[in-house]
């Protein structure tokens, strides 16, 4: 079956601290991966998505992805956290081919101390 | 220009009520699709219209759900009667062209059913 878990629920770090969101997937064929944001109040905002080609992909507000497709992971990172990236992430997958409809992972929620 | 624009952004409604959510996609985005968190699980596909057609229901829970798109430009989502186990954020979001690439997301209606 298809699926997306991001095994951490709930994550802390500190301000200015580096960032990695786990993200795995279960597919049958080549995914379209991308990361979602979800500030309060706000929608979901794409972060980054990867459809292929080079395995690390750039987004905005300085976040990055790495595909590996051996251990069907889609991590996010962030080198340097601001309290502002507090938020809930979300990792989704879709098919290949002009499909669409997404299937999203259960979300991790970041927290940020100062 | 516009975002796509859901409405209310909180509705609480008892169980047995009807409540009618509504999305405006950006306008000239033929397709509209509706997602649906419940209670911190996935964001969980629901259904995708094409301008006024439904293109794939399948995620419909079952038929107290009733998805319609008029004239192919806002769509609304009744749900009658409402039970409890329908509370959580619903989710509407548009895109321009078939496929996956321009998903644009509206910030969600939380539904409360008490």
């Known amino acids: 079956a298809q699926s997306v878990t991001q095994p951490d629920i709930h994550i802390t770090v500190s301000e200015g601290a580096s960032l990695e969101l786990r993200c795995n997937y279960s597919?049958?064929?080549?995914?379209?991966l991308f990361w979602y944001v979800q500030s309060p109040g706000q929608g979901l905002q794409l972060l980054l998505k990867y459809f292929s080609g080079d395995t690390l992909v750039q987004g905005i507000k300085g976040f990055e992805a790495e595909f590996k497709r051996s251990q069907s992971s889609f991590n996010l990172r962030k080198p340097s956290v601001h309290w502002s990236d507090a938020a809930e992430y979300f990792c989704?997958?879709?098919?290949?081919?002009?499909?669409?409809?997404?299937?999203f992972g259960a979300g991790t929620r970041l927290a940020v101390h100062p | 220009e516009a975002g796509v624009t859901q409405f209310p952004s909180h509705s609480v409604i008892e169980k047995g009520q009807t409540v009618t959510l509504r999305c405006d996609p950006i306008?000239?985005?033929?397709?509209l699709y509706w997602y649906r968190r419940v209670m911190g699980k996935e964001i969980k596909f629901l259904l995708h219209?094409?301008?006024?057609?439904?293109?794939?229901e399948s995620g419909m829970p079952n038929n107290r759900f009733l998805a319609e798109r008029t004239g192919g430009t806002y769509s609304t989502l009744k749900v009658q009667p409402a039970e409890l186990e329908d509370s959580g954020v619903y989710f509407c979001?548009?895109?321009?062209?078939?496929?996956?690439?321009?998903?644009?997301f509206g910030s969600g209606t939380r539904l409360t059913v008490v």
């Open positions: 597919y049958g064929a080549t995914p379209y």
């Open positions: 306008s000239g985005h033929d397709n």
């Open positions: 989704a997958v879709g098919p290949s081919g002009g499909y669409n409809k997404l299937i």
């Open positions: 979001a548009s895109s321009p062209q078939q496929g996956i690439y321009g998903y644009t």
């Open positions: 219209f094409v301008k006024e057609s439904k293109q794939d």
